[in-house]
């Protein structure tokens, strides 16, 4: 359990000197917004490159991908359903709500657990890989439709082909992608540059979350959709390292510290990437804030009974 408690200290001393910096207000009253920009626009755009390119894309293919697209798909649409037929929110809340309850927290969490709880950071890959490649690009798309322009304006098919397209975070995965696919290894003078800006990315998405927190009180009456982020964090807490268990174990015959690291990758908390598109497109921020910081207090014991049960 020392991987467990190291990654979870990181992640909030971080939060914490994001939320100093909110309280002393060192960055202004837009610190948020800019760091949000920055980390949306050009910190993850060149991580995502970076990490793409130089990736073993033959990882990919695993009964890890396997299950984690699956319950992926299948509880971001347990959650739109859900909502929309509960809460009756709009697509935008729609998405980062399904992004919340679905968008592992696969990188400045999933990695550290990763070596030092199931010793081995390979079982994380294809989760990384597929929110880069696949979860997030179709979720952004969706929000480049109805977050910026209103789901009440009509869209040209122009518009909806090319939306994917005008994303960075979306173009940088897809040159990562290529450059991995065709075998050329960049010289080092040219990846280092992405490398020292994508560096930023995690940090600076926890220091935006951690300013995210400063003047208000998570969950509290009134500001908060309590349903919509008790739908979110049980279905991520719960509902997905279920549907991870059930069908690694019952579908595809997996048992032993396979599904073991299966089920912890799947309990795993919100990503704080979440956060950082709800800010971009000023939709579900507060549902995106406070589902990460529940689901971030809920996986501790939730990981810890899935070591018991199953390590």
Known sequence: MSGVVAGFTVIFVVIAVGYLLGRLGTLGSQGQFVLGRLVFFVATPALLFTTLASSDLSVIFSPTLAVASATAFAVGALYVVVAKIWLNRPLPELTIGALSASY????????????????????????????????????????????????????????????????????????????????????????????????????????????????????????????????????????????????????????????????VVSTLPTAQNVFIYASRYRRGMVLARDSAFVTTLASIPAIALVTALLA
């Open 104 to 263: 592992v927290n696969s990188a400045n969490l999933g990695i550290p657990i990763a070596v030092f709880v199931l010793g081995d950071a390979t079982f994380v890959a294809p989760l990384l890989l597929f929110q880069i490649v696949v979860y997030s690009p179709i979720a952004l798309t969706i929000l480049d439709l109805t977050a910026l322009r209103g789901e009440a304006e009509k869209l040209s098919l122009i518009d909806t082909v090319t939306a994917p397209f005008k994303n960075p975070i979306v173009l940088a995965g897809a040159a990562g992608l290529i450059v991995a696919l065709i075998g050329w290894v960049p010289p080092r003078p040219l990846m280092q540059p992405f490398e020292l800006i994508g560096a930023t990315s995690v940090p600076g998405a926890l220091l935006a979350f951690g300013l995210s927190l400063y003047g208000v009180r998570v969950l509290e009456k009134g500001s908060s959709p309590r349903r919509d982020v008790a739908l979110a964090s049980t279905l991520k807490i719960v509902v997905q390292p279920v549907l991870a268990y059930l069908m690694a174990h019952f579908l595809l015959g997996i048992d032993g510290h396979q599904l073991f690291a299966i089920v």
